[in-house]
T-cell receptor, first 110, second 114 residues
Framework: GENVEQHPSTLSVQEGDSAVIKCTYS??????FPWYKQELGKRPQLIID?????GEKKDQRIAVTLNKTAKHFSLHITETQPEDSAVYFC?????????FGKGTKLTVNP | DSGVTQTPKHLITATGQRVTLRCSPR?????VYWYQQSLDQGLQFLIQ???????AKGNILERFSAQQFPDLHSELNLSSLELGDSALYFC?????????????FGQGTRLTVV
């Protein structure tokens, strides 16, 4: 079955810096890769997603890239702000299963 | 508010007991996913239903079972509870299980086994 690895598990950056979170997946049939943000005590919420036929997608300060050949995808956050502090999860969907990575705790220091 | 409703919000029970967690999906969503979130374990996929039918299974223990009813709400049953079952249980719903559709999460049920 699908397996998603996510790195790093924790990431600390200064406000204004960029943050990058990387994921790899195992099932080459996976075709949808969403990213979720979970603030403390809250539910995960979708922040951006990418389909397998697209290499990059951007939405204001966040962007996601996908390398299907290498089975890698990454989340890039530019000009980080303290409110970006949260746990970020990548996920991959192949068929009907939506499998998540173990999460990255991002801390943005003012 | 995602439109996905989970009840109860908190549950404290003793080892060996059985509990039922309930999830009502967003209006129009036919697919329901269940996840377990423990400390440092991320979101572990348990099971997924589509329009009443089980469609995918993850790392769900034999002591756990689930079903989706004709009105599309879903229940996750946890029996012979152990201390290690203490976790936050999320359900999520989407329009359909295939394709590029967002999964919307409920607020979760925090289960504490004592």
């Amino acid at each position: 079955g699908e397996n998603v690895e996510q790195h790093p598990s924790t990431l600390s950056v200064q406000e204004g810096d960029s943050a990058v979170i990387k994921c790899t997946y195992s099932d080459s049939a996976s075709n949808y890769f969403p990213w979720y943000k979970q603030e403390l005590g809250k539910r995960p919420q979708l922040i951006i997603d990418i389909r397998s036929n697209v290499g990059e997608k951007k939405d204001q300060r966040i962007a996601v890239t996908l390398n299907k050949t290498a089975k890698h995808f990454s989340l890039h956050i530019t000009e980080t702000q303290p409110e970006d502090s949260a746990v970020y999860f990548c996920a991959a969907k192949g068929g009907e299963k939506l499998v998540f990575g173990k999460g990255t705790k991002l801390t943005v220091n003012p | 508010d995602s439109g996905v409703t989970q009840t109860p919000k908190h549950l404290i029970t003793a080892t060996g007991q059985r509990v039922t967690l309930r999830c009502s999906p967003r209006s129009g969503d036919l697919s329901v996913y269940w996840y377990q979130q423990s400390l440092d374990q991320g979101l572990q996929f348990l099971i997924q239903y589509y329009n009443g039918e089980e469609r995918a299974k993850g790392n769900i223990l034999e002591r756990f079972s689930a079903q989706q009813f004709p009105d599309l709400h879903s229940e996750l049953n946890l029996s012979s509870l152990e201390l290690g079952d203490s976790a936050l249980y999320f359900c999520a719903s989407s329009v359909n299980p295939r394709g590029y559709t967002e999964a919307f999460f409920g607020q979760g049920t925090r289960l504490t086994v004592v």
